[in-house]
């Protein structure tokens, strides 16, 4: 992928939003990370989110995998009170089978699939992700597409491409993320999620859609 329209190149700022406007978000900077993931996991999610009958968002696929653009919560300011509980119940979430752990949130009124969120980022649909003067937001490198190798058809995977989660990218990212999130935890005092994307988390499993895993 090519890219000419980054954000500082119209002016600095990007827009994170929804097609029908329930979400969105201001992003400060750059994204921290940038990816498409191929994995059977990520794929099926979105397959089920993009396909259901009131489906009518921003699509979350790039050249067959999943769109992710990462981004710090210090640098995400939403337009909206996400802790209401009128926010609450336009957010659905999915995850891949019974023992799921990883947790997809998307719009109920447009299906625009949000993304992936945890404690120390937020992973946002980046094909919802805009420039101030409104053109998509496209990254300054070639995307690397990750997780070739458990993507449901390794040969389609387009380059840039690795098998697996690229050795830089984890030594990178993983441990501060695996530290800031567990350590809390180890040391007995936990981990608050900020009210300021509280409706991004699922407040119980029963709000939590299971998607078959369609890959056995």
């Known amino acids: 992928m090519t890219a000419t ?11 994170f939003k929804c097609k029908c406007g329930a979400f969105e978000a201001k992003l400060k900077g750059e994204p921290v990370t940038i990816l498409n993931c191929h994995c059977h996991s990520c794929v099926a999610a979105a397959r089920a989110i993009e396909s259901k009958p009131t489906y009518d968002g921003f699509s979350i696929f790039d050249g067959g995998g999943i769109a992710y653009a990462s981004f710090g919560w210090k640098n995400i300011t939403f337009a909206t009170d996400m802790a209401s509980d009128e926010m609450r119940q336009k957010v659905g979430f999915v995850k891949v089978g019974e023992q ?19 404690d120390t980022a937020a992973g946002f649909n980046r094909r919802a992700i805009f420039n101030n003067d409104g053109s998509p937001y496209v990254p300054a490198k070639p995307v690397t597409n990750i997780m070739a190798k458990y993507a449901f058809d390794p040969t389609n995977v387009p380059e840039p491409k690795t098998s697996i989660i690229p050795i830089g990218m984890m030594l990178v990212f993983i441990p ?18 900020d009210v ?17 895993i369609a890959w056995e």
């Open 176 to 193: 501060f993320g695996m530290l800031l999130s567990f350590l809390p935890n180890m040391l007995g005092f936990g981990w608050k999620v």
């Open 100 to 118: 799921g752990k990883i947790i997809r949130s998307y719009c109920t009124g447009c299906g625009t699939m949000l993304g992936v969120h945890r």
């Open 5 to 15: 329209n980054t954000g500082a190149e119209h002016g600095g700022g990007l827009t």
């Open 196 to 212: 300021k994307k509280s409706a991004l988390f699922p407040k119980d499993a029963s709000e939590v859609e299971v998607v078959p």
